[in-house]
C-alpha cells in the first residue's frame, strides 16, 4: 500500500513537473524532498499526503498530542503552497471543526510563521517570527502542535474562544466551557 501511494505521488510530481514553468519546477522540487524526508522520519502526530491532483495540495492528519486538550482528537486539515514557496508561506485550514483561538472559524489558522515575510507593525511581529526561507513543512507542523497545546490568546483569530480559554485556564472547575467545545 506505501510502495503503491509512493509510486503515485512519483508519477504525479513527474507529471507536474513537465507542465511547470522554471518558478514551479524549483518549487516542486522542494517538495518533493521535504515529502520524502517526512516520509524516511515522519513527525509525531501527523499524516501527511500530497494530492493525487495536485502535489502543491496536501491533506494533513494531525492526532491531538496526549495529555493535552486535544488528546484522542483527529483533525483533519489541508496545506497548500503557492508556486514560489519556500519564498512565501504555505496556508493550513482546518477541515474538521476546531474550537482554538488561533483559528478562524473558517478554518484557517494565525500562527506567525505563516504570516508573509517582513515586519508588521500592525501585529507587532518581528520579521524573525515570521515566515521565512529557513521554515519547511515539518517546522509548520511542529508550530501547529505547539499552537494547538498553547494558544496564543493576546492576538486571537477567535475571539469567543479565546475569551473561553483564559476563563478555563484561570478556573477549570468553575468554567469548563473551552473544554467541552472540544469534544
Request: aromatic share 12%; with cysteine.
Amino acid at each position: 500500500m506505501a510502495n503503491s501511494n509512493r509510486e503515485s505521488h512519483h508519477r504525479l510530481y513527474n507529471a507536474s513537473v513537465t507542465n511547470s514553468d522554471p518558478h514551479e519546477y524549483r518549487s516542486l522540487k522542494i517538495l518533493k524532498t521535504e515529502f520524502s524526508d517526512l516520509m524516511k522520519d515522519p513527525p509525531e502526530g501527523f499524516i501527511v499526503e500530497p494530492d493525487q491532483k495536485d502535489f502543491f495540495t496536501w491533506n494533513v492528519g494531525i492526532f491531538g498530542a496526549p495529555d493535552t486538550l486535544f488528546a484522542g482528537g483527529y483533525y483533519k486539515a489541508i496545506l497548500k503552497f503557492p508556486f514560489d514557496y519556500p519564498y512565501r508561506p504555505p496556508k493550513l485550514r482546518f477541515l474538521s471543526d476546531i474550537w482554538h483561538p488561533n483559528v478562524y472559524p473558517d478554518g484557517h489558522i494565525c500562527i506567525s510563521i505563516l504570516h508573509e515575510p517582513g515586519e508588521d507593525e500592525r501585529s507587532g511581529e518581528k520579521a524573525c517570527e515570521r515566515w521565512s526561507v529557513v521554515q519547511n513543512v515539518r517546522s509548520i507542523l511542529l508550530s501547529i502542535i505547539s499552537m494547538l497545546n498553547e494558544p496564543n490568546t493576546s492576538s486571537p483569530a477567535n475571539i469567543d474562544a479565546s475569551i473561553d480559554y483564559r476563563k478555563y485556564k484561570e478556573d477549570p472547575i468553575n468554567h469548563p466551557t473551552y473544554k467541552e467545545k472540544l469534544k
